[in-house]
């Protein structure tokens, strides 16, 4: 597997991403079966979702919350607002359940917005996949995968590994349950979620701060490419609640 | 960043798996920075680390996990026996906690070992790491990473990711806090868990099953070498409880 940067001019509110995405592949080699990963901070600065802090009125929970985790209070506000349900927190971050997944403050961030501002998912990670991966197939003749990444958290460990907040074109889950182990007994346990496991790679790559890698350009993963919508397909990597280790504890 | 499988003949218990590793690595170009990824499970069958399951007589707190969660009772009295802590469970797995790291069965699995045996850790993850870095430098002349690798969840997601539960010859966690972001501002909550990071695009190309590929080869990851001892590095990766957004649930 090959895990590639696509470094691009600083992104300004309101720019074509897939237009910037379209010109700088143009120029590599793309094939069938390859996955594009876009950040979801990128995809949401390009669509103009940002929020002047400034204009926010923090309501009496937002204040609470802000006290506690020592956030400022209408950011507090804003990750209230976008979140579907505030788990918890920790200092300087809320955690947030948002489109069923589990993310720092609703996918709100300050980091890389203007001052004064915090940029938000895009309206629909998952009609913003789909419309990349069909720009990619009309300009360039090419079936690929595309995911849309923020960061994710493994419980118990520091830093954040990368997570696929939306996919289009491919199954983002291997499943190996039933296939033969090495002694050709049937497995159990054994599903591996790729869509996650790229954003975690992409993320390897693309840095977190002033690197400027909005995209990351992904070969030879060998994902199974499909024409399942967009939104089904990112849905299949929500646990369902019987089989989720946490869900007595997060939802 | 390339993520290179290195597929071997079937690994038996008890077979010299750095002797492996190194005829391999031979012929492939590994440069200074690369970093090797070992399964855990390939790791624990070299070491002889496999528990015959009917050997094995489980009691009465065993027997009722084993109820629960839909298991054999004596896999779960092996990882009762083997972990810190059993943490909950689902159909087919205990959730347990184990050198401080959430996993499924105390790093115990049944599938690819041989018929009626379940494969164990590595004694020690820590010391295995450290002790293949050490023999590649001394045979191969190369200063690399290390990690070993088993599964590990991202809550509410389906499937599983790459987690390292051990570490050496790198800095596991890449911290920017303080780091100016695109408009020169302080970073605040943002470290990325490289180690977890690299286990999880290893885990993307090696699969689970019979693939016979219990090694990866990871180069331009760029980690920062070190000469800190790998327990301590390993230790790294694991959150400070003020810090852990789990742990009043989990631990």
Redesign the interface.
């Known amino acids: ?3 590639i940067p696509i470094r691009t001019p ?1 992104i300004k509110p309101g720019e074509d991403v897939i237009d910037v995405l379209l010109v700088h592949l143009k120029h590599m080699r793309v094939h069938n079966g390859d996955v594009v990963s876009i950040s979801s901070k990128v995809a949401g600065l390009a669509e103009g979702r940002i929020v002047k802090l400034h204009s926010i009125l923090p309501r009496s929970h937002a204040r609470l919350m802000a006290r506690t985790y020592h956030l400022l209070p209408s950011f507090a506000q804003v990750v209230i607002d976008h979140a579907d349900r505030v788990i ?1 927190g ?4 809320l ?1 947030t ?1 948002k489109n ?3 993310v ?1 403050n609703a996918g709100a961030d ?6 004064g501002f915090a940029i938000l998912w895009p309206k629909s990670p998952e009609v913003l996949a789909e419309k990349i991966r069909k720009a990619i197939r009309k300009e360039l003749h090419r079936n690929i995968g595309v995911i849309i990444t923020d960061s ?12 696929a907040i939306s996919v289009a074109g491919f199954d983002p ?2 499943d ?1 349950r039933g ?7 049937k ?8 869509a ?3 954003a ?2 992409a ?3 693309s ?4 690197e ?1 890698i909005p995209f990351v350009l992904i070969k030879e ?1 060998y994902v199974p490419l499909t024409s399942i919508p967009a939104k089904k397909l990112t849905r ?5 609640r019987s ?9």
Chains 1, 2 share one sequence.
């Open positions: 597997m090959r895990v600083l918890g920790v200092p300087g971050t955690i359940l069923g997944i589990i720092p300050q980091s890389n917005a203007p001052p994710g958290f493994i419980p118990g460990r520091r830093g954040t590994v990368g997570i889950v291997r190996e296939k033969p182990d090495l002694f050709r007994r497995m159990r346990l054994t599903r591996v979620n790729v996650d496991s790229l975690t790679a993320q390897v790559v840095g977190e701060r002033n400027c993963s299949r990597l929500i646990m369902r089989q989720d280790l946490f869900k007595h504890h997060l939802t």
